[in-house]
């Protein structure tokens, strides 16, 4: 999907200096050839940077007999992650459970307080500054202190929340003020209740901004996650994959760590992917960011 | 003129509005609108036909003087008699033809199968029936505003307001909207007040020209356009449709000379 949005705009420089409204309509037959290699090329190239660097890489560990515990070599990594599928996978579900709370807690906790700071101006005025002070504060300097006080899989939650929230809350109250006016009075000529306003008209104007802080969310609750886990530093069954990056460094099993992380990066990779995907579906039959995908 | 002896559905009465900011859009307005009439408000931009609609709608308040609903319209809430139609489409764009037109019935918590019904009919006679599970977005700029209309009518209002619902179209679909307004005002047996800034828009379309002037908005003239109803081709092209364009450009041209302003 987001491969396709950049095409657009290269077609856009390539092809006519001022196309008329039959060149956008039609088919695009004259820019076809281009942009199939524009899109092939899109795919390839990383792909082609990814298995030079891999290669380049396992040459060097194994021209200059580097040990794994200083460098593990790609292939060394892979199996590493085979032989140890089952404990990581099972630290992989608990990261992501961890995340997909947090996200849970930061999509309707920055909702909720988006909607609340709409419909009460005093609400907003007494508590954005303190999400505010959430916000930039350091949450690696925070955890330690949660975890004093609440429950380790708590803490581990807030965390996720605290990093996730905000985007979410700035980027709904962005979006409930941007309802365009006109439709504004066409509510109140026909009287409406505040709720009904919220309902049929902030909200659904506020989606795609909702959507976008959703998307920043995903990816910031998953770091809220394991920097709460590496504050936690929990060992035994109920150990995430920062934990298992952690715990691998002190024993020097570096193939681990390095399998460990792999797995962190996939997990924000889909969880990216999964939430630019509702983004789309949600958006394509309206919103004009969901529509120069299809054009 | 049977009409002008009708008792009039609305009255502005020395209406004026004045902003925050000092401007003045509106002072001294007189204003009546009789039952079933089809009045344009003309004049340059900035003489205040659009706040004066606004007033009108109750989506803005006077500063001065009153706005009077005469007869036994008194009974009916406000929202309930009143269509408005925007210079733009102002449709939602996030559901369908549908949804859109529905949305004042649904405001008003009118049961579904009835809704339906209701909104059928409409999109029916703007002709979008075709189109009811269309997104705005797929639609072009002549049937949004057929959608934005059917939007105002499906409430069966006793008023509607139109603030320059067609200056962004090309001619041919304001020709083609023009006429089936006009088709749709004969059926409905409602009132109009369309705002706009062309001579030969609100010379085709109305029963009386009030031709407005700026700084501070008011009205400086009055122009019947006694041509018989139905309008259509024919009266586009009479001699007595040219006559009329060139009493109302006259006067706007007088109006526009009253402000002192080239």
Redesign the interface.
């Known amino acids: 999907m987001s491969d396709l949005r950049p095409l657009s705009a290269h077609s856009r420089e390539s092809g006519n200096p001022v196309p008329t409204n039959e060149q956008k309509a039609g088919p695009p037959l004259a820019r076809g050839p281009a942009s199939n290699l524009d899109r092939t090329l899109r795919l390839a190239l990383p792909v082609v940077v990814l298995a030079l660097g891999l290669a380049i890489w396992e040459l060097v560990v194994r021209i200059e007999n580097i040990p794994p515990y200083v460098l593990p070599a790609p292939g060394a990594i892979l199996r590493t992650l085979v032989a140890d599928w089952a404990l990581l996978s099972q630290s992989l579900v608990v990261t992501l459970i961890t995340t997909f709370e947090g996200f849970a807690l930061a999509a309707v906790g920055g909702v909720g307080l988006a909607v609340l700071f709409n419909q009460s101006r005093v609400v907003e005025y007494s508590l954005y500054p303190y999400a505010v002070i959430l916000q930039v504060t350091p949450v690696v300097a925070i955890a330690p202190l949660l975890l004093i006080y609440l429950p380790q899989h708590a803490a581990v939650l807030v965390c996720a929340w605290i990093v996730a929230f905000f985007p979410v809350l700035a980027n709904t109250t962005l979006g409930l003020h941007s309802v365009d006016r006109n439709l504004a009075d066409l509510f109140s000529l026909y009287g409406v209740s505040r709720g009904q306003a919220l309902w049929r008209l902030k909200l659904p104007s506020a989606l795609p901004y909702i959507l976008g802080g959703l998307r920043i969310a995903g990816g910031l609750s998953l770091i809220g996650a394991v920097v709460a886990e590496i504050a936690a530093g929990s060992a035994g069954a109920g150990a995430g994959l920062a934990y298992r990056i952690v715990e691998s460094g002190y024993r020097l099993n570096i193939p681990r760590m390095f399998a460990a992380l792999l797995l962190l990066s996939l997990a924000g990779i889909v969880i990216f992917y999964v939430l630019t995907l509702i983004n789309y579906l949600a958006l394509r039959r309206w919103h004009e960011s969901a529509l120069a995908v299809q054009r | 003129m049977t009409l002008n002896t009708l008792a009039p559905l609305l009255a502005l009465r020395g209406v004026g509005k004045a902003f925050p900011n000092g401007v003045r859009a509106l002072a001294g307005l007189d204003l009546e609108v009789r039952p079933g009439e089809f009045v344009a408000l003309l004049g340059p931009s900035g003489c205040g036909k659009s706040t004066a609609l606004?007033i009108i709608?109750?989506?803005s308040e006077p500063t001065e003087g009153i706005v009077e609903w005469l007869g036994a319209a008194n009974a009916v809430?406000r929202?309930s008699r009143?269509g408005?139609v925007?210079q733009?489409p102002?449709l939602?764009?996030?559901?369908t033809v549908f949804n859109n037109v529905a949305?004042?019935l649904?405001?008003?918590r009118v049961a579904a199968a009835a809704a339906t019904k209701r909104v059928e009919a409409v999109l029916d006679r703007v002709g979008l029936s075709a189109f009811a599970r269309a997104?705005?977005?797929e639609l072009s700029g002549g049937m949004r505003m057929r959608v934005s209309i059917a939007r105002a009518l499906v409430t069966e209002p006793q008023l509607l307001l139109m603030d320059e619902p067609f200056a962004a179209l090309d001619e041919i679909t304001r020709f083609k909207l023009n006429d089936d307004l006009l088709r749709m005002w004969q059926s409905l047996r409602t009132t109009v007040v369309f705002v706009t800034h062309s001579v030969f828009e609100s010379v085709y379309l109305s029963r009386r020209v009030v031709v407005m002037a700026a700084r501070p908005g008011r009205v400086f003239a009055e122009l019947a356009v006694d041509a018989p109803y139905p309008r259509d081709q024919n009266f586009r092209t009479s001699a007595e449709y040219a006559a009329f364009c060139r009493r109302a450009s006259a006067t706007l041209r007088q109006a526009m000379s009253a402000e002192g302003v080239p």
């Open positions: 606004r709608a109750g989506l809430r929202e009143i408005f925007f733009e102002t939602m764009p996030w559901t949305l004042p649904k405001l008003k997104y705005p977005r």
